[in-house]
């Protein structure tokens, strides 16, 4: 079972910035498929960046491409989404979303599709004034 932590979100200015973290339990699956979903009132929820933690292979929406930047650090078992630029448009509830990979590959491109995601953290609030 993989248990996710979101931390990061706030308020801020348009134009400003902010670094989410998902932090996931320890000794869990190697090799997973991490992504950022967001979901404002009244919408469906989107997927707007993953990363693949074994390997190789980062994908974003094209709504946050230049804006935001999905990382990953193994020893912490952390992802992070550094969001920059940020619009009122932005304003969401957060979350990060996990699903562990069996198989090894050097590169994979995580999907951003909620169906592809079996585990998800509670959410971090982003609100961009």
């Known amino acids: 079972h993989v248990q996710l932590v979101e931390s990061g979100g706030g308020s801020v200015q348009a134009g400003g910035s902010l670094r989410l973290s998902c932090t996931r339990s320890k000794y869990v699956y190697r090799r997973m498929c991490v992504a950022w979903f967001r979901q404002a009132p009244g919408k469906k929820r989107e997927g707007v960046a993953s990363?693949?933690?074994?390997?190789?292979?980062?994908v974003y929406a094209d709504s946050v491409k230049g804006r935001f930047t999905i990382s990953n650090i193994v020893a912490n078992d952390t992802a992070y989404l550094e969001m920059t630029n940020l619009n009122p448009g932005d304003t969401a509830m957060f979350y990060c979303a996990a699903e562990p990979r069996r198989q090894y590959s050097e590169s994979v491109q995580c999907g951003l599709l909620e169906s592809d995601y079996n585990y998800w953290g509670q959410g971090t609030q982003v609100t961009v004034s």
């Open positions: 990363i693949y933690t074994g390997g190789r292979g980062i």
